[in-house]
């Protein structure tokens, strides 16, 4: 579904070089962001006294409001073996996240094929939906999970609630795949939908 980059640079002829460049280019910064992304995760997860939110009163209300919002704060508030911490950093990386999504429009410049006909227009719906309704139910939804649910969400959520490392680690590529979903979600209304219907109707 993403096509070549119109404005890949180069002759002609070196066109599907430069291009091939470029996609190399995309995949190493995303990868680089994501691991500045667990990097940093790691470090703060590591160095922040065990008790922040009781000495900083002010940190305490926004994870609560927080928590109001998006479940998961407050599951790690419950079941963590370092509740404070988890609760911070994960509130923390739940806020970055739109910052990730402007990331990924403007940085990676990632553009979908035209939609032709109607019935394609209803697979591009389709897409929409799937994208919003993953990015929705990771940061919703799935994680953490109860400390008695099976599976592998309930795998993932004990270990998280355990051990610090693990936590960065789901916590961080959990949060990250529901931003490049959004990512995906917004490219999706930007180019398929929008666009196509104002060509189609």
Not at 12 to 29: D, V
Not at 119 to 137: E, I
Not at 143 to 171: N, Q
């Amino acid at each position: 579904m993403v096509k070549d980059n119109t404005e890949c640079p180069g002759p002609k002829l070196n066109k599907e070089l430069t291009c091939a460049a470029f996609k190399r280019r995309k995949n190493n910064e995303i990868a680089l962001v994501l691991g500045l992304y667990l990097g940093l995760t790691l470090l703060f997860v590591y160095t922040i006294p065990q008790s922040v939110l009781s000495a900083v009163p002010f940190l305490r209300r926004l994870v609560d409001n927080l928590g109001g919002v998006v479940s998961g704060v407050e599951r790690f508030g419950q079941w963590s073996a370092f509740p404070e911490v988890a609760q911070l950093t994960y509130s923390l990386q739940i806020v970055l996240i739109p910052v990730l999504v402007v990331w990924g429009v403007v940085s990676l410049k990632i553009k979908l094929k035209e939609v032709a006909s109607k019935k394609n227009l209803l697979r591009a719906l389709m897409a929409l939906l799937f994208f919003g309704s993953v990015g929705f139910a990771l940061v919703f939804v799935a994680y953490p999970a109860s400390p008695d649910l099976g599976g592998m969400f309930g795998r993932i959520s004990d270990s998280a609630y355990a051990s610090r490392f693990w936590f960065s680690v789901h916590s961080s590529w959990l949060t990250f795949a529901a931003s490049i979903c959004f990512i995906f979600f917004y490219i999706a209304t930007r180019d398929l939908i929008v666009g196509s219907m104002r060509r189609l109707f």
